[in-house]
Antibody
Framework: EVQLVESGGGLVKPGGSLRLSCAAS????????MNWVRQAPGKGLEWVSS????????YYADSLKGRFTISRDNAKNSLYLQMNSLRAEDTAVYYC???????????????WGQGTMVTVSS | QSALTQPASVSGSPGQSITISCTGT?????????VSWYQQHPGKAPKLMIY???NRPSGVSNRFSGSKSGNTASLTISGLQAEDEADYYC?????????FGGGTKLTVL
């Protein structure tokens, strides 16, 4: 079964850091670019970041202003999101998502994880 | 990286058809045939319903259809059913990001 499982969310104080992980299974992880998408409570979906299959190409939403870093370990079938200088507005469910087609960067996302909640509050 | 524009809400009665619009620019919706639509029920992850403007993934009901004209894409749901009540999001390809629409809440009356 093709599956994505996020972990690492939790409660963190403003200015703090958190590292999210996404474990992939059931498909050839190293062939696919991967993405992070977030959703603030009661709000819509917001694309966060994308990384190509070999990590050669990386993209971020302008709103992140260099605070987040996406990475991957193809040997471990894992995707990561290092989040620094966290703010209250970063409070959201963070999803990892796989594009429909291997080798593409911004294809439709056909596989989503269940999400991990990040709460930034003092 | 502006979000695409969707109506906040739409409603319809069982059996009826509804259409949700998604308006962008020539740099996203109008520039590429890569519009996708997602359905999200409360507390659940989004589910891909339409990709590449009008294609349905395997397992998605043919009651769901997509189209595009200029800078506006549309999702049509025919034969509305109670389980269609959910939030719907559009997304489009650009050269540097996949923006999402603000989302549309569909209420089945």
């Amino acid at each position: 079964e093709v599956q994505l499982v996020e972990s690492g969310g939790g409660l963190v104080k403003p200015g703090g850091s958190l590292r999210l992980s996404c474990a992939a299974s059931g498909f050839t992880f190293s062939s696919y670019s991967m993405n992070w998408v977030r959703q603030a409570p009661g709000k819509g979906l917001e694309w966060v970041s994308s990384i190509s299959s070999s990590s050669s190409y990386i993209y971020y939403a302008d709103s992140l202003k260099g605070r987040f870093t996406i990475s991957r370990d193809n040997a471990k079938n894992s995707l990561y999101l290092q989040m620094n200088s966290l703010r209250a507005e970063d409070t959201a469910v963070y999803y990892c998502a796989r594009p429909r087609t291997a080798g593409t960067i911004f294809d439709a996302f056909d596989i989503w994880g269940q999400g991990t909640m990040v709460t930034v509050s003092s | 990286q502006s979000a695409l524009t969707q109506p906040a809400s739409v409603s319809g009665s069982p059996g009826q058809s509804i259409t949700i619009s998604c308006t962008g620019t020539s740099s996203d919706v109008g520039g590429y045939n890569y519009v996708s639509w997602y359905q999200q029920h409360p507390g659940k992850a989004p589910k891909l319903m339409i990709y590449d403007v009008s294609n349905r993934p395997s397992g998605v009901s043919n009651r769901f259809s997509g189209s595009k004209s200029g800078n506006t894409a549309s999702l049509t749901i025919s034969g509305l059913q109670a389980e269609d009540e959910a939030d719907y999001y559009c997304s489009s390809y650009t050269s540097s990001s996949p923006p999402f629409g603000g989302g549309t809440k569909l209420t089945v009356l």
